[in-house]
Each structure stands twice: as C-alpha cells, then as structure tokens.
C-alpha cells in the first residue's frame, strides 16, 4: 500500500462539548460538518471516524491491562480521527488548524503515515549488514 501523503489527524479533548448550550452545540457541528465535507470535496478525506471513550491501554513485557480506558491519567482522551491526504506534512497542518473544535480546547495530532513500522526497518537494516559481513 502506497502511504505517501497520507496523515492521520487525532482529535483529543477533554469533553469541552458537555458545558456548551444545544445552540452552541449545533454551531459547532454545522462548523465541523462544512470543513469535513470541504475536505471531501477536494479528496483529501479517506476515512475518519469517532472513538468510543471505553477500551484498555496495555502495556509491560506480559501485556497486561494497566488502565480501563483509553487514557491513562489524562483527562484528555483521542475522541477521533481522519485520515486523508495532503502534499505535505505543512499541508496537514494547515488543514488541522482550520478544525472547528480548535476554538473549544481539542488538540489536533498530525501525524504521516509511514509505508513500514520501525521494527521492519530496523530488521531489515540488521539483514543488510548481515549479508555484507558475510560477503
């Protein structure tokens, strides 16, 4: 799968949106549906989705549950993402900083999406230099 120019962008907060009035509620959704469908239009979405705010984080060498929740001791949590594409890492950003939510304390992540995990890499690096040793 070709990953160029594709971010994905986390959406977290803190629930900014249980002190807001039905009204303001409706304004920011209206606000967020004209950006995402902005995005739309230009074929720069491929995906996005809300997250639950139930789940586990695990860790630790035995891969046990260490927190029910997906957030730790934040009380912020990732509330969503999107996935699309832009021609740059600049670009991502740009687009991130025109989300309505922004106004209300979410914080946008941007991050690119990489064609291989860094263990891939990293094997991949010792195979190479295990075949010129043996060369």
Request: aromatic share 6%; glycine share 8%; net charge neutral.
């Amino acid at each position: 799968m070709n990953t160029n120019n594709q971010y994905l962008l986390l959406f977290s907060s803190n629930e900014w949106y249980n002190q807001l009035s039905p009204a303001q509620i409706q304004t920011v959704i209206e606000r967020s549906k004209a950006w995402f469908d902005e995005l739309a239009a230009s074929g720069k979405v491929k995906t996005g989705q809300a997250l639950a705010r139930e789940g586990a984080t695990i860790s630790g060498k035995t891969g046990r549950v260490i927190c029910d929740g997906p957030f730790a001791e934040s009380k912020e949590a990732i509330g969503g993402y999107l996935l699309m594409e832009a021609g740059s890492l600049e670009e991502a950003i740009a687009i991130a900083k025109r989300s309505p939510t922004l106004l209300h304390g979410t914080t946008v992540e941007v991050r690119p999406i990489s064609d291989e995990c860094p263990l891939h890499t990293r094997a991949r690096q010792f195979a190479s230099g295990a075949q010129l040793a043996a060369a």
